[in-house]
C-alpha cells in the first residue's frame, strides 16, 4: 500500500468522526424497522408509563421505582401522549444515546480499531437493544458516565463526579448499587486522603453535594413517602418472586404463578409470606442456600447469553425462553475464553511494560469496573444470572476481551500491517449486517393491536372502578389506555373459570364489575368466549367494533345498559342520521357502533327511512355506504325502494360515498340488496352493509 494511502487510512481510523458516524449506523441498521415490527412493550414498561405520565402531566414520580428513568420517559411524552410513539421512541433514543457513549469509554481504554470492535459487539447484540424493558438498557448509561468521567478527566475530580454520579445511580436509578458507591467512594476517598491530595475534600464534596440536591428534588415531587415502607415491600417481593420462580425450574412440587401466588410457596418455606433476605436465610438456610446454588448453575447459560444472544443449555436464565444453539454458544465461548487467557497471560508477563505504557493511566476505571463486578456478582447469587440485569457487567467483560485481544495483536506484526483496512473492514460490517427486526416482520404484535383496538374507548376505562376483560394482556391495557391505576385489569381465563350453571356470563361480568370485554382471537377460538360474543345482547352487552379479516377475528364489546356510564358516553355520540341530517331512520337497522374516527349501523336488508326535505322538488340523497362480509366479496347492488317501486339501483365496492336524487313525493323508502346472505364468523347477524352517514342536501 502506497505510503500516502496507508497515512490517510490510518488517519479515518483514528479519527473520532468516522468512529462514531459508522457506529451509529451500524446501530441504526441493526435496529431499523423498530417502529414498524415490534409490538408495544408489556410487563413493568407498561407500569412505568403511569408514572412518566403523572410527570408530564403534574411533575410527580415514585422515587423508589427508578425516578431518573421515569422523568425520561415522561419526558418523551411532550413529543406524543400515544403510549406506542412514546414507548418505541424512549428506547430508540436509549439505544441510539448508549451506542455513542459505549463507543467513547472503550476508545479511551482501547486502542481505536479494538475499541470499535468491542462497540460494534455490544450494538449488534439483541439483548443490548431488544431487551424486554427499557429501563434494563438505560440503566447502563450512568455506568458509562461513571467510567467516562474517571477517564477523561483523571485524578481527583474525575473520581469526585464519578463518586456523585454513582450516588445518584444508587437513589434514583438501581438500588443495588450501593455496595458499588460505598466501594469505589471508599478506596478512592482513602487513596486521595492518604496520598495527601491539595483540596481532596471539596473535590468529593462538591459533586456529592450536587448530587444529594438532585436527589432532593426527586424526592420533593415523589408520591410514594415515606419511602422506607416501600422499600421494604419492593424488596421483600422481589425476594418472594425470585425464589419462586427458581424453585419451579428446579422442583415439580408447586404449580403457582411466582408473580402472583408466591406467598404461598414462601409461607410453606419459610414460615412467613414476603420474608426479607436475612429473614429467609435465618429461617431456612438450606433453602436459600439452595435457591443460591441454583442461580450459580445457570450462570453459564446467563453469560453466553449476554456475549452471544444464545446459550448452551436448556434451562433459561432469565424468565422467558432464550435461543439455545449449542454449537454456537460453544465455539464463541471457547473463542472468547482462549483470546481472554492467552491475553491475560501476556499482560502478566509484560505487565511492566503495560502498567507504564497503557494501565496506569486507566487504573481507576479498572478499579471501578470491579466494583461494579461486586454488585453483579450479588445479583447473579440472590437473584439469578438474567442478562438484562448484568447488561453493565456484559459491556465490562468486552471491555476485558478487548484488552486482552489488544495484548494479543501487539505480539503479530500482520496485526498491526493490517489497521489501515480496518475502516474498510468496519464499512462492510454495516453491509453485511442484517437489520434484526425485518426477521420479524410477520409476527404478531398483540399488546398493540389490542391498545389500538380499544383506544376510542379508553374513557369508558378511566372511570374509578371500571374493569377491563382480556386474555393476558389486560393489565397493560388498563396501564396504557387509562394512564392511571382508575381501570381493573380482568383475565378472560379467570373469568371463564367461574362460569357455572347458575352463574353465566352476566353474574360475572357483573360480579367483577366489567366495563369493556375485548375479544380478541383467542377468546375468538375458545367455546365459550365465541358464545358470549355471538349471544352478547342476551347478556346485556352490545358490540361497539370488531373485525373478521384474514383469520384475525376480534371484538370489543361494551355494557347496553342506560345505567352504565360507559352507555351514556355512547348516547352521546351523533347518528349516522344526525338532527339536521332531513332523515329518520326506521326499522331494520343495527344498533349505532363506533371506529375510530366515526361511527356506523349495520343492515341486514330492507333498512326503512323517511326522508323530510328541505325545499321542494326531487331529494339529493347522500350516503356514505359499505359492503358488509354477507355478500362473500360479491359487488354490492341496492335498490331504492319505495311502495314497492324501484326508485333506483346503486351499486358500490368497498367504501364509498354516493350522491342521487328521488322523487320529491317519495319520502318513504327501503334499502334492499340481493345478497347470499352468508353467515358471519363470531356474529349472529347477517351483515350485508353498513352506513356512516346519510343526509339530504
Same mark, same amino acid.
Given at each position: 500500500m502506497r505510503k500516502w494511502l496507508r497515512d490517510f487510512a490510518l488517519g479515518v481510523l483514528r479519527h473520532p468522526g468516522f468512529a462514531y458516524a459508522t457506529i451509529l449506523l451500524l446501530q441504526l441498521k441493526v435496529i431499523w424497522g423498530l417502529w414498524r415490527f415490534r409490538d408495544l412493550t408489556s410487563g413493568d414498561t407498561s407500569s412505568y408509563?403511569?408514572?412518566?405520565?403523572?410527570?408530564?402531566?403534574?411533575?410527580?414520580?415514585?422515587?423508589?421505582?427508578?425516578?431518573?428513568? #421515569?422523568? @425520561?420517559?415522561?419526558?418523551?411524552?411532550? &413529543?406524543? %401522549?400515544?403510549?406506542?410513539? !412514546? +414507548?418505541? *421512541?424512549?428506547?430508540?433514543?436509549?439505544?441510539?444515546?448508549?451506542?455513542?457513549l459505549v463507543l467513547a469509554f472503550m476508545r479511551k481504554l482501547l486502542p481505536p480499531a479494538i475499541a470499535w470492535l468491542m462497540a460494534a459487539w455490544w450494538v449488534v447484540l439483541p439483548i443490548d437493544f431488544d431487551a424486554m424493558y427499557e429501563v434494563h438498557i438505560f440503566t447502563v448509561i450512568p455506568i458509562v458516565l461513571v467510567l467516562?468521567?474517571?477517564?477523561?478527566?483523571?485524578?481527583?475530580?474525575?473520581?469526585?463526579?464519578?463518586?456523585?454520579?454513582?450516588?445518584? #445511580?444508587? @437513589?434514583?436509578?438501581?438500588?443495588?448499587? &450501593?455496595? %458499588?458507591?460505598?466501594?469505589? !467512594? +471508599?478506596? *478512592?476517598?482513602?487513596?486521595?486522603?492518604?496520598?495527601?491530595?491539595?483540596?481532596?475534600?471539596?473535590?468529593?464534596?462538591?459533586?456529592?453535594?450536587?448530587?444529594?440536591?438532585?436527589?432532593?428534588?426527586?424526592?420533593?415531587?415523589?408520591?410514594?413517602?415515606?419511602?422506607?415502607?416501600?422499600?421494604?415491600?419492593?424488596?421483600?417481593?422481589?425476594?418472594?418472586?425470585?425464589?419462586?420462580?427458581?424453585?419451579?425450574?428446579r422442583t415439580s412440587d408447586w404449580k403457582g404463578s411466582p408473580w402472583t401466588e408466591c406467598q404461598q410457596l414462601m409461607t410453606r418455606v419459610?414460615?412467613?409470606?414476603?420474608?426479607? &433476605?436475612?429473614?429467609?436465610?435465618?429461617?431456612?438456610?438450606? *433453602?436459600?442456600?439452595?435457591?443460591?446454588?441454583?442461580?450459580?448453575?445457570?450462570?453459564?447459560d446467563g453469560l453466553e447469553v449476554l456475549l452471544f444472544n444464545c446459550m448452551f443449555g436448556s434451562i433459561t436464565p432469565d424468565y422467558i425462553p432464550q435461543p439455545i444453539h449449542p454449537a454456537w454458544a460453544a465455539l464463541a465461548g471457547l473463542i472468547t475464553l482462549s483470546i481472554t487467557t492467552v491475553g491475560l497471560v501476556m499482560l502478566w508477563r509484560d505487565r511492566r511494560y503495560w502498567w507504564e505504557f497503557w494501565l496506569s493511566d486507566r487504573v481507576w476505571a479498572w478499579i471501578a469496573m470491579g466494583c461494579v463486578i461486586v454488585v453483579a456478582g450479588a445479583v447473579i447469587i440472590t437473584q439469578r444470572p438474567r442478562p438484562s440485569y448484568l447488561l453493565s457487567l456484559g459491556l465490562i467483560l468486552r471491555a476485558i476481551v478487548g484488552m486482552c485481544l489488544f495484548a494479543i495483536v501487539r505480539r503479530i506484526p500482520q496485526f498491526v500491517r493490517a489497521a489501515p483496512a480496518a475502516p474498510a473492514g468496519f464499512l462492510l460490517v454495516i453491509v453485511l449486517t442484517p437489520p434484526y427486526y425485518f426477521r420479524h416482520a410477520n409476527a404478531p404484535r398483540p399488546l398493540l393491536d389490542g391498545y389500538r383496538r380499544l383506544e376510542p374507548f379508553e374513557q369508558r376505562l378511566r372511570n374509578p372502578g371500571s374493569g377491563l376483560v382480556a386474555t393476558g394482556w389486560a393489565p397493560d391495557l388498563c396501564n396504557y389506555l387509562t394512564k392511571s391505576r382508575a381501570c381493573q385489569p380482568l383475565d378472560?381465563?379467570?373469568?371463564?373459570?367461574?362460569?357455572?350453571?347458575q352463574a353465566g356470563w352476566d353474574k360475572v361480568l357483573d360480579k367483577h364489575r366489567a366495563t369493556l370485554f375485548y375479544a380478541d382471537a383467542t377468546v375468538m377460538a375458545d367455546a365459550q368466549g365465541r358464545e358470549f360474543v355471538a349471544d352478547a345482547a342476551s347478556y346485556g352487552w352490545r358490540v361497539l367494533g370488531f373485525e373478521d379479516e384474514s383469520g384475525a377475528s376480534w371484538s370489543v364489546l361494551g355494557r347496553s345498559s342506560p345505567d352504565s356510564i360507559s352507555t351514556r358516553a355512547v348516547l352521546q355520540i351523533p347518528d349516522i342520521a344526525g338532527p339536521d341530517s332531513g332523515v329518520t331512520l326506521g326499522q331494520g337497522w343495527y344498533d349505532l357502533e363506533t371506529f375510530p374516527g366515526g361511527y356506523f349501523r349495520w343492515v341486514d336488508n330492507?333498512?326503512?327511512?323517511?326522508?323530510?326535505?328541505?325545499?321542494?322538488?326531487?331529494?339529493?340523497?347522500?350516503?356514505?355506504?359499505?359492503?358488509?362480509?354477507?355478500?362473500?366479496?360479491?359487488?354490492?347492488?341496492?335498490?331504492?325502494l319505495s311502495d314497492g317501486q324501484?326508485?333506483?339501483?346503486?351499486?358500490?365496492?368497498?367504501?364509498?360515498?354516493?350522491?342521487?336524487?328521488?322523487?320529491?313525493?317519495?319520502?318513504?323508502?327501503?334499502?334492499?340488496?340481493?345478497?347470499?346472505?352468508?353467515?358471519?364468523?363470531?356474529?349472529?347477524?347477517?351483515?350485508?352493509?353498513?352506513?356512516?352517514?346519510i343526509a339530504t342536501f
Open positions: 408509563f403511569i408514572t412518566a405520565y403523572d410527570w408530564y402531566r403534574n411533575g410527580h414520580l415514585l422515587i423508589t421505582w427508578s425516578p431518573l428513568y #421515569t422523568s @425520561f420517559y415522561g419526558a418523551i411524552l411532550y &413529543l406524543s %401522549t400515544d403510549a406506542y410513539v !412514546a +414507548t418505541i *421512541a424512549h428506547r430508540l433514543i436509549t439505544v441510539l444515546v448508549l451506542s455513542v467516562l468521567a474517571i477517564l477523561y478527566k483523571p485524578g481527583p475530580i474525575g473520581r469526585g463526579w464519578a463518586v456523585a454520579i454513582l450516588i445518584v #445511580t444508587t @437513589f434514583l436509578m438501581r438500588n443495588e448499587f &450501593l455496595l %458499588t458507591t460505598l466501594l469505589f !467512594a +471508599t478506596t *478512592a476517598i482513602c487513596w486521595d486522603a492518604r496520598r495527601k491530595v491539595v483540596n481532596w475534600r471539596p473535590v468529593y464534596a462538591v459533586p456529592a453535594a450536587a448530587a444529594c440536591l438532585l436527589i432532593f428534588f426527586y424526592y420533593v415531587r415523589s408520591n410514594d413517602r415515606p419511602i422506607s415502607g416501600m422499600l421494604q415491600r419492593k424488596h421483600t417481593l422481589n425476594i418472594c418472586q425470585t425464589y419462586a420462580f427458581g424453585y419451579q425450574q419459610y414460615g412467613v409470606p414476603e420474608p426479607t &433476605l436475612s429473614q429467609a436465610l435465618f429461617k431456612n438456610p438450606q *433453602a436459600m442456600l439452595g435457591h443460591f446454588w441454583w442461580n450459580l448453575k445457570l450462570l453459564p378472560f381465563r379467570d373469568m371463564r373459570r367461574e362460569l357455572t350453571d330492507d333498512a326503512q327511512l323517511t326522508l323530510r326535505p328541505h325545499k321542494p322538488g326531487p331529494i339529493s340523497i347522500l350516503l356514505d355506504i359499505e359492503a358488509g362480509p354477507s355478500l362473500k366479496g360479491a359487488l354490492l347492488s341496492m335498490q331504492v324501484n326508485l333506483r339501483t346503486i351499486t358500490a365496492r368497498g367504501r364509498q360515498t354516493l350522491r342521487f336524487e328521488v322523487p320529491e313525493s317519495r319520502v318513504a323508502l327501503r334499502l334492499h340488496v340481493d345478497s347470499v346472505n352468508a353467515p358471519v364468523p363470531h356474529d349472529q347477524r347477517i351483515l350485508n352493509f353498513r352506513v356512516f352517514r
